[in-house]
DNA sequence: ATTCCAACTTGACGTATGTCAAGATGACCT
DNA sequence: AGGTCATCTTGACATACGTCAAGTTGGAAT
């Protein structure tokens, strides 16, 4: 790994207070790969070998609910240029600039649960995991650093596994497009829609079709989407909508 | 805290390595509350005071999808006698003996995320938040087991929300029961069902009349049930209905 | 045992969502 | 420009699921 990418590591909070022997070692110990969109960064089932931290770019981790590809027929020989067929699936988490994924599976020393595909042309350092196996076990505030990221995934998961449980498709749409909008209460935005359709499906849990038609049903309370721009008349309204109980 | 709890507490892995003058001092400062069935510990939005450690009994905690309280109209005053009405809620996670609650909540310092709710009479332990975090800030070994506790907690979220976002309600009923028999492959298993009806549709995140039907639905292939016993005939052919794609 | 009540089940029906199929839109290439 | 292709949208239909209402069951109190 190159000293810039070195100096951008070190602006992490995950890696803020690392010695500077520590730091020497990451440099020398691990490398930085330039990953196109769609690439895959590791299956479900893996082993975890490498600390993946996402210098730019984004990444999802995606689970998926069809048969791995070897137990299909080969009938069809589809398959050809990574058209991977149509298997449905999930995104559980999404990661952008400075963000660390496969912090558990590392931490538990444990195959992936998940698998991580690329959603926008990264820059992604890995790290040994034998490295951050042994800055857990000998460097208490990057034990402490990590406790904190987990704490943070660990409520952004338990939100979102309310959202999927008990607000509609509709609802988690509004929600998200919310989220882009960076907190204001309420006038209105115009939001940059960062994922396509399919990727957004993915993430809210619908369908894509579901998808257009939820972006349809949020029209009479003012907001529209063309392609990926979005804008929303009046935050408020959103947000009375989709914050509240189970209405429609 | 008397002494024969703290010797319960210091078996807990989260716990076990402690020093004794740590040791003593979470004797001195915590206590221990008895909770009857459907008491409940904290609510959503309470600042996070104690570390909860469940000595017995189960606790689970809780999203609701109404708006808090303070907004709503007067006008029905129907919540006399904690009876409290009927909005939909989600559980999210259930904590039964040596494992603990809130421990996100703390390490963040901000209000809880979700209510707890006990399902089953508790004695819990109540350990102030200044004591954990002074811990996570002190003792190494502490932060890394910590670590490790968020770390199963985050897999085990990733997996129930990829259920969420992509099994049948049947099959998420199918994978709960399976959990059940505690990993054996073939065969047939009597279940004691561990939750009522509503408890268990609330975890599984459908209305406990679905709840029902699902069960009806898994008579087929040989499951059946009445009221808190189950019955598998042949575990395997479970498996091959919920685990389609083959993980877990 | 009888009564009563809460928990559970079942039925009927409407809404939400997935799926298949057919357009529409827009970007890129020649 | 025109064509080609992927993406997005829309429609039609089937299925999954929630809700309301009625029925059933089982256990506790009398």
Redesign the pocket.
């Known amino acids: 790994m190159n000293h810039a990418d070195l100096m951008a590591l070190a602006k992490i909070p995950l890696f803020a207070d690392l010695p500077i022997a520590k730091l020497d070692e990451l440099e020398e110990k691990s490398f930085v790969q330039q990953q196109p969109s769609e690439a895959v960064l590791f299956e479900q089932g893996d082993s975890a070998r490498f600390l993946c931290v996402i210098l730019s770019g984004r990444v999802a981790l995606v689970g998926s609910s069809k048969a791995p590809a070897e137990d299909l027929q080969e009938e069809h020989t589809k398959d050809e240029a990574g058209c991977a067929g149509?298997d449905?699936e999930a995104i559980i988490e999404i990661f952008g600039p400075n963000e660390v994924v496969t912090i558990a599976a590392i931490v538990l020393n444990l195959p992936y649960l998940m698998s991580a595909r690329v959603l926008e042309a990264a820059r992604i350092a890995l790290i040994p995991a034998d490295i951050i196996r042994d800055l857990l076990q000998d460097d208490a505030s990057f034990a402490r650093a990590t406790t904190v990221m987990l704490a943070k995934h660990w409520r952004l998961l338990s939100r979102q596994l309310k959202d999927q449980k008990l607000r509609?498709?509709?609802q988690r749409l509004g929600t998200y497009l919310l989220t882009l909008t960076e907190g204001r209460m309420s006038g209105p935005a115009d939001i940059a829609l960062p994922l396509?359709?399919?990727t957004m499906a993915s993430w809210l849990?619908?369908?894509?079709?579901?998808?257009?038609?939820?972006?349809?049903q949020l029209k009479p309370i003012g907001v529209t989407?063309?392609?990926?721009a979005a804008h929303i008349n009046d935050i408020a309204q959103v947000r009375a909508f989709c914050l509240e109980d189970?209405l429609?």
């Open positions: 149509h449905r509609s498709g509709t396509d359709r399919r849990g619908m369908s894509v079709e579901n998808l257009s038609r939820s972006l349809a989407a063309n392609g990926r189970g429609r």
